[in-house]
């Protein structure tokens, strides 16, 4: 919280290769800042975080608006093209310790494609990844953001439709994590309006929990 007048938000994006995490990142941060682009191998292979400007017109305090700010962890997807589980996971692992250690995080964002069904080998091996990060805790700091949604939207599935054709899988998940998710268009655009949107549901989500933040210790070398 740099003033009373601004609040700051730390998110993490996790999830498979070409899910869309990088370019989701962009989407909150307004930006173009994350490498994002289709490719036959995975494109990040580190960790790296970006902020966002000043934001207003998304939150209100005692009446007042506060000016938002958010700060956005880039990482490396799981399977990786050429990294091992091992290597990605102390990656990640070493970059929000070293990120995220006196703030805490306040949300991650496990990106899935709204387009792509969840089979259930790849949801445990995704879950057992989160909870090797985040902890015993991980339901309660962990969101679903669906990308690829407009594809979706094009194949004649409005949100509720999507939820009432979805696999088991999936509905397992969403219930798991207090049905905190969020569907996001893949177009490469910034749309304003949407943007506002998706940041207010994620500032719900974190109301929801109390504002609570999860700690990080430096993992040893």
Known sequence: MADSNEMTINLVVLGRTQTGKSAA??????????????????????????????????????GCELALRVRVLDTPGYPHSSLS???????????????FREEGLHLALLVLRADLPLCP????????????????????FT????????KAKEAGFSEEAYLHSASSTLLALLSSVQHKYVFL?????????????????????????????????????
Request: charged share 30%; with cysteine.
């Open 25 to 62: 990142g962009n989407r909150l941060l307004g930006s173009d800042d994350f490498e994002s682009q289709l490719s036959p191998s995975s494109v990040t292979t580190c960790c790296s975080l970006r902020h966002s400007c000043r934001i207003s017109g998304i939150t209100r305090r005692n």
């Open 121 to 140: 080998d790849e949801n445990d091996h995704t879950i057992q990844f989160i909870q090797e990060l985040l902890g015993p805790t991980w339901k309660d």
């Open 143 to 150: 969101a679903v953001l669906l990308t690829h949604a407009d």
């Open 85 to 99: 589980k091992e290597r990605v996971r102390e990656t990640v692992r070493s970059a929000l310790a070293h990120h």
């Open 185 to 221: 268009d893949s177009q490469k655009s910034i749309i304003k309006e949407e943007r506002t949107i998706v940041l207010r549901k994620l500032l719900n989500f974190i109301r929801q929990n109390n504002y609570q933040v999860l700690l990080f210790k430096h993992s040893k070398e």
